[in-house]
């Protein structure tokens, strides 16, 4: 995106520039039926978390996801993000010292550092590699 | 009270439908109810959301002949879904005619007033309406029955075309429905870590606006794994993350049962980075529904003075 290819749409946005073209389907689409409040609630939508009934069961399903994951059934019983999962404090324990899943934890961790270090390790060298460009030794 | 909440841009492959369903599965998945409406020929929703390909002739009959759609509910925990597919094709067919004929249509917005969710007494709070790239009618269509419109783009100078395209049939738009709100634009598919990137692209978006919306803060990161391993399996961003523990336990219980781990079906993403984009998407639903909650607050505010 170079700056001197770059228009300005924002009259086209706030309807202070017309358009180049009118509607294609102006003529042909009736007064739009309006059937809600056009004045809305403060709390309506941004900071509505949970709603007062609970969500009506999932019902007629179209068909059943593909693969082996059924989207539906993780969608009817993955809580919402944030919610603890309920695993009593024994499993945690257990969880935590099972010498596979301490394997898998090493090894996820060991994954991030060499990712942060493959990370500094290009900056660091394209850094170097660019410095003589930089200092008009190479052209 | 709904928001009718278009997703547009007039390039193809800048994450449309993809979003679409994130946004959908991340504020159904908080309680909200939402209504998805796919009015892209292509359909390709049902891949994201897990309930294969239509025809899409409900919705198309809607349109031009104002016939009761039929919906697809319970496609998650309160969020339905009007598919798409081949047969909107025909929409724009049926416009033409009827206007060489001087007959109108009823268009979008009666057919989804229409449609109220099943077993409460309450409206949706949101319908999201994925639109199709290259079909100005279909297009026009969705902006003349939404409140707001969403743009995603990539940072390629292409899917700036593609934001002119999108400003010509909204401004177009705007004469049938005045209504009609940029409440902002989307990067989408940005590598992670791209932060420079992000920045510079983002400040052009912001000068190429001018002021009339924002370039909402969160990015979506692109992951081609995770991308292959949604699509695959019909799985939104959070439920990805919710697999990938069942996933970890898995292949710790082969492991211990001496058995081999990856038998062809493991996922190809890492839990780390399903848990990242399902952030992503978190944030974004977050950021998207406090830009319509400002906005009609800032509309409220107008109306008094």
Known sequence: ?139 | MRRVVAIANGKGGVGKTTLTAGLAGQAASEGRRVLVVDTDPQGNLGRDLGYGLQDGSSLGLAITHGLPMEVSRGVRNGLDVVPGGPALWDVGAAFTSRGARGASLPGLRPAVDRVRPEGTDKDYDLVLVDTPPGEPILQELVFAASDYLIIPTRSDEASLDGLVVVAQRFAAARTVNPDLTLLGVVLFGVRAGSTRLIKRVQSALDETLGGAAPVFGTSIRYLESAAVDMRGRGLLPHELEQVHHGDKSLRINRLREGVKVDTGDSLLSRESSAARLAGDYSALAHEVLAAITERERRSRVEVAV
């Open chain 1, 1 to 139: 995106m170079t700056p001197s290819s770059r228009p300005n749409l924002g009259g086209l946005f706030t309807g202070s520039t017309p358009p180049e073209r009118s509607s294609a389907v102006a003529a042909q689409l009736g007064p739009r039926l309006v059937t809600a409040s056009p004045v809305a609630e403060p709390e309506d939508v941004a900071t509505q978390d949970v709603p007062e009934t609970e969500p009506a069961p999932a019902v007629g399903n179209p068909a059943a996801p593909r693969g082996s994951g059924s989207a539906r059934e993780l969608g009817a019983t993955v809580p919402p993000l944030g919610a603890p999962a309920p695993q009593s404090s024994v499993a945690v324990a257990l969880e935590f010292i099972d010498p596979l899943r301490a394997v898998e934890r090493y090894f996820a961790f060991l994954q991030v550092v060499l990712d942060v270090n493959r990370r500094v390790a290009i900056a660091v060298t394209s850094a170097a590699v660019s410095l003589p460009r930089r200092a008009g030794i190479w052209r």
